[in-house]
């Protein structure tokens, strides 16, 4: 599943020289985000650092800096001026959608520590989380105009269902697999759909 952290980190060097090399509206826009891209960049270290040490609640206010970091860039990606940067939105749309579901996943982490009652190993538990994270891409997806927020949470969902059919947990959640495999369906599905709405507006 975290194969996916390559991509961004390979998106992201893209951006860099391309900010370099580029002019035009690529340089213009640089320039307008670069300052959130630099918090971005530190806030990922710092969040990596954090969450392999365990030490969760730091890291759950690192990664919330590090998600509105994000959509503020992807607000100004917003601006008509940049449609014909097709290849900045997505990058950032997938980086945003896969930094929303580590987000979902660092807090219900946190939760599940402080609180017995809240376990990520019961069903139900699962089961709110991964609807949660699935209404945020939609969201953030709809909101930002921006249809690639939704690929990383299929991604993510998907990598769910797989690690239960394989067996990791014993075969012991049925519906978490289930609802992990329809919804990760439904995303992909609603992301062609508005891409295809999208291109038909172009």
């Not at 601006?79 to 097709?86: D, M, R, S």
């Not at 580590?102 to 989380?129: C, D, G, P, R, W």
Request: aromatic share 16%.
């Amino acid at each position: 599943a975290f194969i996916i952290w390559g991509i961004i980190y390979m998106m992201i060097f893209i951006i860099i020289i391309g900010g370099i090399v580029k002019d035009g509206t690529f340089r213009e826009f640089s320039s307008k985000v670069f300052p959130w891209f630099c918090l971005v960049l530190l806030l990922n270290s710092v969040w990596n650092i954090l969450f392999v040490k365990d030490l969760i609640l730091p890291s759950v206010f690192v990664i919330i800096l590090y998600l509105i970091c994000l959509l503020a860039a992807n607000s100004i990606l917003r601006n008509p001026e940049y449609k014909p940067l097709g290849f900045l939105k997505i990058s950032f749309g997938i980086h945003t959608g896969w930094v929303i579901s580590a987000a979902v996943l660092n807090m219900a982490v946190y939760l599940e520590k402080v609180n017995s009652a809240f376990s990520l190993k019961t069903q139900y538990a699962a089961i709110i989380v991964i609807v949660i994270l699935g209404l945020a891409s939609v969201f953030a997806g709809l909101y930002f105009k921006n249809s690639t927020f939704m690929i990383p949470v299929a991604w993510a969902c998907f990598n769910i269902f797989l690690s239960h059919r394989a067996g990791n947990y014993g075969m012991r959640f049925p519906a978490i697999q289930n609802v992990s495999l329809i919804l990760s369906i439904i995303l992909l599905v609603f992301t062609f759909y508005l891409s295809l709405k999208h291109t038909r507006k172009l």
